[in-house]
């Protein structure tokens, strides 16, 4: 648990204080006395209490036994106005805003071997630093809630924003249990993949080298083995990027590929079987994520220390660290999942007739996708066919290329370029839904989704044709993963209410990671928390922002860890 220091208040613009509470060499206030005073004014539902991440806020406070209510944040109301064109941290938002560059931490704490804690600094430079804190939070507030019904983005903050603040906080503060033995065998099991990896890559390459080592694989690779033609980035280095990489192994060549596995394993050893004991509470022999609000252009939410958002899901190594995360004795996890929720919101979105009516017969998208590309009947389709009209469906989404597709699915780009056409020829309202979104941006500046959040969308006029690309496929799919990443928040809010609502309190909502939802309940309830949770997500169909025309589906799975819920 986080020291706490002191505590900087304003409630007027120009005016603020700062309430020393645990500074060494210097008289401070009583911190339980000082908590005691302000605990009715946090608690209550009729005061604001504006902050800047205010959620960090929240649960320092409230493991001191202060549950905080009526909260604004200057952070998130920022992200509404402006995902994708600045960063939200409050120097940032000073400067552009305000125009006023504000004390920066490492200029009262210093960096390096001569930095101090926060605790150490002089009182006089911590009352500085913090009072201004607070006053700039709440001019921001200020120029924000105007700025926000200006833009008729308001909705957005209150329905979106606000009500996952407490949600994130709890759900921090639960954490969730982490096996420790069974990472430590996942680890000496890596390790001895890794090992194998290495014998192989050793004898292709006739020598032992660091593969870590972009220069030294850089030389195996373009002068000794000759695999291709020298390939350098824009310093001079020797490219061996994951894309270059994959480009080569696609070519048949094998070093480049078992890099690639050696580099994936080598990750998830160091960044998960190695890392995540380290993260686990002492206290609570729990590990507890912290959920980034405002860290993608799109809504959808990241996660740090540790970031749980990347763990490859379609690997069997990577579904043996989710096997790591497991419930506590006589509890079960719940994993709720959004059916082709992407799919469903694309077809949407471009109004495709033929998508839609399979996702309310409830028929097979693959398959339907499969029949119309390879112009056969949908009960000839074979599991080849499906494999690539599946590659193509979730391309389409992402911006891919013909090359993209041809190295996804093993054909030639000459292929990939044919089934690309039959596609668009099929269904001709996505090629149109494309073709508009990136004209509407380019005049624009930025893209809608669903519901009305934007992300701007900077380099979409760039002179650069990799840049512009680049940003057209952004374009593209920022309203699709934007509307998904809506509708997983949407749903959230409505099942922590309906929890609160049923007086479900030894139901835990523990886990958000993309499309899925992972909760934390006691065994025997399983059955009832399941219906629960389904019938919540799925009533996020119809909302007061938007009303689908496609039914969403929600696949639920209980088990005794992450790894068998997939």
């Known amino acids: 648990m986080a020291k706490l220091v002191g505590i900087s208040l304003s409630t007027k613009i120009g005016k603020a204080c700062y309430i ?18 302000l605990k009715p004014i946090l608690e209550d539902v009729s005061i604001k209490k504006i902050g800047q991440n205010i959620k960090f806020d929240f649960i320092i406070l409230y493991h001191r036994g202060i549950s905080m209510n009526s909260m604004e944040d200057t952070m998130l109301m920022s992200y509404v106005l402006d995902a994708g064109k600045n960063r939200h941290n409050m120097d940032t938002l000073s400067q552009i805003h305000l125009e006023h560059k504000p004390i920066s931490y490492k200029e009262i704490v210093g960096v390096g071997k001569k930095q101090i804690s926060f605790d150490e600094v002089e009182i006089n430079k911590a009352k500085d630093y913090a009072a201004e804190d607070a006053d700039i939070t709440y001019r921001l507030f200020k120029k924000f809630f105007k700025n926000l019904k200006a833009e008729k983005l308001t909705n957005i903050y209150e329905i979106f924003e606000k009500p996952l603040i407490k949600i994130l906080s709890l759900m921090e503060i639960e954490g969730i249990k982490i096996n420790e033995g069974f990472l430590k065998k996942l680890s000496d099991k890596f390790q001895n993949k890794i090992d194998k990896l290495e014998k192989d890559i050793f004898k292709i390459s006739k020598k032992n080298f660091k593969i870590g080592s972009t220069k ?4 195996i690779m373009y ?21 270059v990489l994959e480009d080569l192994a696609f070519k048949g060549h094998l070093l480049p590929k078992y890099v690639l596995e050696w580099r994936q394993l080598s990750k998830l050893k160091n960044t ?11 206290k ?49 996890l719940i994993s709720a999942d959004y059916n082709q929720i992407e799919m469903r919101i694309l077809s949407d979105l471009a109004d495709v007739k033929e998508l839609k009516k399979a996702f309310k017969n409830d028929e097979d998208i693959h398959s339907l996708t499969a029949s119309q590309v390879f112009n056969t009947d949908i009960k000839k389709v074979n599991s ?24 996804q699915i093993g054909v030639s780009t000459t292929e990939a370029s044919e089934f690309l056409n039959s596609y668009f020829l099929k269904f001709p309202e996505i090629k149109e839904y494309m073709s508009s979104t990136i004209k509407f941006c380019r005049k624009s500046g930025y893209v809608n989704n669903i519901f009305g959040r934007r992300t701007h969308i900077t ?43 049923n007086k479900i309190y030894d139901t835990k909502m523990i886990l958000q990671i993309h499309d899925e939802l992972i909760f934390e309940a006691p065994s025997k309830d399983t059955t009832k928390i399941s219906k629960i949770i389904k019938k919540e997500m799925t009533s996020v169909q119809n909302s007061e922002l938007h009303s689908f025309t496609i039914p969403l589906s929600v696949d639920i799975n209980v088990g005794d860890n992450w790894g068998v819920l997939h």
């Not at 033609?229 to 990027?241: C, E, H, I, M, V």
């Not at 749980?308 to 096997?323: E, F, H, M, V, Y």
């Open 20 to 37: 020393p509470l645990n500074h060494k060499d210097h008289q401070n206030l009583n911190e339980k006395e000082v908590l005691k005073i």
């Open 459 to 501: 380099g979409i006029n760039d002179k650069n044709f990799n840049i512009r690309n680049f940003q057209e496929r952004a374009a593209i799919n920022a309203p699709i993963q934007g509307s998904a990443s809506e509708i997983m928040r949407m749903a959230m809010i409505r099942i922590s209410e309906k929890l609160k609502d």
């Open 223 to 243: 002068n000794e083995l000759k695999i291709s033609t020298l390939k350098k980035t824009k310093k001079g280095s020797f490219a061996t990027s994951a894309s």
């Open 384 to 407: 080849d066919m499906r494999r690539k009209a599946k590659a193509i469906n979730f391309g389409i989404i992402y911006g891919i290329s013909q090359y993209g597709l041809a190295k």
């Open 272 to 282: 998960y079987s190695d890392t995540l004991p380290e993260h686990i509470n002492p």
């Open 216 to 219: 030294q694989l850089g030389e």
């Open 284 to 332: 609570t022999n729990r590990v507890h994520t912290s959920f980034l609000l405002a860290a993608t252009s799109t809504g959808r939410l990241a996660s740090s220390d540790p970031n749980l958002q990347n763990i490859p899901i379609k690997t069997s190594d990577g579904n043996d660290i989710r096997k790591a995360f497991v419930a506590e004795k006589n509890k079960s």
